[in-house]
Structures are given as C-alpha cells and as structure tokens.
DNA sequence: CAGATGACAGATATTGAAATCTGTCATCTG
DNA sequence: CAGATGACAGATTTCAATATCTGTCATCTG
C-alpha cells in the first residue's frame, strides 16, 4: 500500500501479487493493484513480467514449489518404502485438506490460477510424480513391491488418489468419513503394489 | 415448438426440457422456453414440477438412470468376478468419455446439472457403488478376492478409478496414453483386491 | 371440476454506455 | 543510461436501466 524506497524487484512483486490475490481474488486483482500495493505504476510491474498472464504464471509457479518442498523430504527419506508411501499420500492429502479448510478463499483463488496455468501445472505433477516414482522404485528394488516399471506404477498411484489431492475434489473432503476413505483407497494400492497372489 | 394435442405429461414435459438443456444450455434454459416448446402456458408446467430447480433434478435423474442401466447389466452377470469389475469399470470409463467427446456442450450442460443435483447424485453414486459391491462380494465368495468388507472395497475402488468417470477431470480423457493410464489403475486396484503376497 | 391460462410481483438476466484495465512507448530522472 | 513514469489505444469490466423469468393464483374452458 504504501511506497517503500527498497529496489522493485520480481520477489517483491510476486510477493504483492500473491497479497492482492488474497485480498481480490482471482477476478478482480489487477497489474494495476499490484502497483498500487507496491507505490510504483504499473508500467514498473511490466518490466519485470511481460504480461498479467506471466505474472500470474509465476505466483502459481512459487506455490506449487512451496507445495512440493515438505513431500519432496519424505520421498527421499532412507526409510521403509511401503510407511514412506503411506505417509507421502497423507502427507499430501493432510497439506490440501488444510489448505482448502483453513482458508476456502484462498484455496478456490489458488485453483483458478491452477486452471489457468497448463504447463506450470504440468511440471509441478511431474514433480510430485517424480518423488513417488523414487518411492516405488526403492521398494521394487528392496522386493517390497513387485517389479515392474516404477513410472507407471507411481503414474498409477497418483491417478488413483487423485480424489485426495486434486482441488476439483475438495468440496468432498470435509465429509465425515473421508479419512477411512482415503486409507482404504492406500491400502488397497499398496497391496496391489505388493503385488498378486496368483501368478499371471 | 407447434403445438401438440397430446394429453401433457410429466414425460413430455422432461423430454421437451432435455431438448430446451441441449439447444439453450444449462444458464439459459428456462420454464419458459419448455413451455413453448410444448405450446402450452409456463402454468401448466409448474402443474407438474413445483419449481424450476425440480425439473433440472427430475432431468437429471432420467440422465443418470439411463447411465446405470447398461452397467447393471454387467455387474449382474455370472462370470469371472475379475473380468465383471474389468469391464465393467471399462464400460463405464468408455461411456462417461464418448459422451464428453460427442457432444462436449451437452455432456458440460448435464455436468452443469450434476453439480447442482446433490441428492440425485448421491442417489445414483450409491447405485453404481452398490453393482460394484456386488462384483466384489462375488470375487471375495468365488476366492478370487481377498476377504473383507466387499463394500468398503468397492467404495476403495471406485474413488481410485475417479479419474476415469468423474466429469470434473473430462478434459484428460483425450489425452493420448490415457488408456495405459487406465489400464495400469485398474491393474494395480484388481492386484490390491485379490491381497497381499506377505501376511499383515 | 380437472386442467389450462395469463396477469402479476419480486427475483434474475440482458444490454449498452461509462469506467477501468492491459500492454506499449516516448519521455523523464537520478 | 538503466530504470521509472504516465498518456494512450484497444480490450475488458462495471453498473444501472430495461427486459425477461419464476412462481402464484384468480379466472376460464371443455
């Protein structure tokens, strides 16, 4: 809001961004806010971004980063794969559940930018999917799981839990009994990771 | 549009609204323009839904009804319990996506509805959770499947294959690999049904 | 008299004029 | 001269006036 004397860079921008995000919402914020929150005009905020697109692009960018950070240390933790796998799950399930339930506003203004944004989405999926693939193939390799190729067994994994993490879900999960739900959905998986009793 | 001698029934009336959903689309459609299309006054279609709201469920509900159906008759069968929940999840994946890839406006008007016809949904959910739970009870009584609570398991199953029939994630169904994708989710889940290599 | 009608009040949607925003760029300033 | 500015054109959004719709009901008709 107010003018401050500190270089304009793309960290404070983006930091702006974000607050006038929360403040407006997705439809209503505006280059024009940002610069106004930042006491410069709004020609300033183009020069570090091209467009509005950009810009928002990179405020999505820095929360699915934020968002990747805390699973990435589980993923790569020398622990049992089979509890490494349940706890990355509910790791992500629990950090969605809260953001969608702390602050719905928020959450609904972050999902729209999701929307909006295919590629940096897209990257941030291959992310998470990355770190399970690492999870699955340390298993494969331990004969905890049954081999076979850890891409599409992690890909299949993460379609498979998508109603606990994809935001389109989150309206479903505030009902009760949704974490029963998402434990029978793990075990299940993990014990099709496991592998089969009969041969095929 | 003319106007028809015909006795005026609430199935006439619900087939004029799905015509009036298809033409105009979910935010356009009104009370006003089924009733033009019957060529009766808007009073005699408030004769047999008591509100606007009513229509769209009773709409929606024919929708969704005719969904089941096809499916019924596949969890229904006597065969190879594992080869009913294959095809049947296929049937039902390959049904939700030619509709969404034939007609996308309509299939988006009737996602529209769903979104709003929260009991109706759930109603039919329920149905479609129900067949499933009966493959499986057959699958956990033939052996094929490791025992347990066949409805906690369908209910496992058919959260885990969202992917693959809820609307909300329509517009990855053209992706290509997608039919691998789905392949290896059902593998993994039918894997997970029939237990675990090593004793929990 | 069962069923259809259309006038009506309040709620909702449409429309077009005015305001604001996006993105560019010539100009200014430290 | 690197970086900030604000005027500008065209695109988009807002807002208030206007039109349409929803749901009710007294009245009509076969």
């Not at 589980?74 to 089979?82: H, L």
Request: aromatic share 6%.
């Amino acid at each position: 809001m107010a003018p401050t004397s500190e270089t304009l860079t793309a960290e404070r921008i983006l930091e702006a961004t974000e607050e006038v995000l929360r403040r407006h919402g997705p439809a209503k914020a505006t280059v024009v806010d940002v610069a106004r929150a930042l006491g410069v005009s709004h020609g300033s905020v183009y020069r570090h971004f091209r467009t509005k697109a950009a810009l928002r692009e990179a405020v999505t960018k820095r929360w699915l980063d934020r968002s990747s950070e805390a699973l990435a240390g589980i993923a790569a933790a020398d622990r049992d794969p089979e509890d490494r796998l349940r706890d990355w799950a509910r790791g992500l399930f629990e950090a969605k559940r809260r953001k969608a339930g702390d602050d719905p506003e928020l959450f609904a203004t972050y999902s729209v930018l999701v929307g909006e944004n295919g590629t940096v989405v897209g990257d941030h999926l291959d992310d998470l999917t990355g770190q399970l693939t690492r999870i699955v193939r340390d298993g494969m390799a331990a004969g905890v799981f049954a081999a076979g190729d850890p891409a599409t067994a992690a890909g299949a994994f993460f379609q498979a839990t998508a109603c606990f993490h994809d935001p389109c879900h989150a309206a479903r999960w505030r009902r009760p009994g949704i974490d029963e739900e998402f434990e029978a959905v793990v075990e299940l998986l993990v014990r099709g990771l496991r592998g089969s009793r009969r041969p095929v």
